[in-house]
């Protein structure tokens, strides 16, 4: 690519992104390697590979992610020759900052903004979520999805070694003190003016109820991939994912999440509309 990269932060992965005639997206693997500092393309390929399998194991068709191609490269007096490559998706990125190394920053980046930006396509792509037209049905929505993805962090940090219910308060003021710059559920009780037996989740906007989404899928997945054990790890973790979301939403351009209104109870929307309700909140 003839513009000049600049890897200082989670917006290096949108400036090497590409659009074909139908306008999809997608992402060259040697240009991902080149700015996940890998020295040379055949040290990449068995994160390639790596990815691949993941996909793969997850019940994926790889090859709607991961398809072999011919990249043009400059050799020199404006000459160019095909080089091998692969033509990634935004979910085969993701899969590959998760297998690449770890000890590089710009890994650790590139592994919040793919996890923070592949959460998000997944939520746009859904029929259900495209169909809804209003910011109450959207609530409604990501507040159901919100309950779901609970339970499952609840059993994740559960098998970590969380255990009591004071310990998973605990565990999730962490997750909230990450994302929320140090505040706790009662702090941000406090700065949104809610009462003590208000529930958060339950005033919470689709913007801001997207945000926590990524904090529990995302925290569900470390526990589960990195296989931690420990109260103390557990919390660890919960809180540096919220604040990696975090950062994520501040190089956007977001707005924090401490710094949004709370918004009506969503119990006065499952009034009017019941019958998109499917189950029972957590």
Not at 100 to 108: G, H, L, R, T, W
Request: charged letters at 30%; glycine letters at 8%; hydrophobic letters at 35%.
């Amino acid at each position: 690519m003839s513009k000049k990269l600049t890897t200082d932060s989670p917006t290096v992965f949108e400036q090497i992104k590409q659009t074909d005639d139908a306008g999809n997206e997608f992402w060259s693997a040697r240009d991902l390697a080149k700015v996940l500092e890998y020295s040379e393309y055949r040290h990449f390929l068995p994160v390639i590979g790596k990815a691949r399998e993941g996909a793969l194991n997850s019940g994926q068709e790889v090859a709607d992610h991961f398809e072999d191609i011919l990249d043009m490269v400059k050799i020199g007096s404006g000459a160019e020759r095909p080089v091998e490559s692969v033509r990634l998706s935004r979910y085969a990125c993701y899969l590959i900052v998760q297998n690449a190394d770890p000890s590089k920053e710009i890994v650790a980046l590139g592994q919040t903004y793919f996890a923070v930006q592949t959460r998000l396509r997944e939520i746009e792509q859904m029929d259900e979520y495209n169909r809804l037209s209003t910011e109450d049905e959207k609530r409604l929505f990501l507040r159901h999805e919100m309950a779901k993805h609970n339970t499952k962090l609840a059993e994740a940090a559960k098998d970590a070694g969380v255990i009591q219910p004071m310990d998973y308060a605990i565990f999730q003021n962490h997750g909230y003190m990450g994302l929320y710059g140090g505040l706790d559920a009662r702090g941000i009780h406090k700065k949104k003016g809610l009462k003590k037996s208000q529930q958060i989740l339950d005033h919470m906007g689709s913007t801001e109820l997207a945000a926590n989404l990524f904090r529990a899928t995302q925290t569900e997945e470390k526990l589960r991939r990195e296989e931690i054990q420990g109260k103390a790890k557990a919390n660890t973790a919960h809180y540096q994912v919220g604040k990696k979301v975090r950062q994520t939403i501040k190089e956007l351009g977001g707005t924090m999440p401490e710094d949004l209104p709370a918004a009506d109870s969503i119990k006065k929307i499952e009034a009017v509309k019941p019958k998109q309700i499917k189950g029972k909140k957590s």
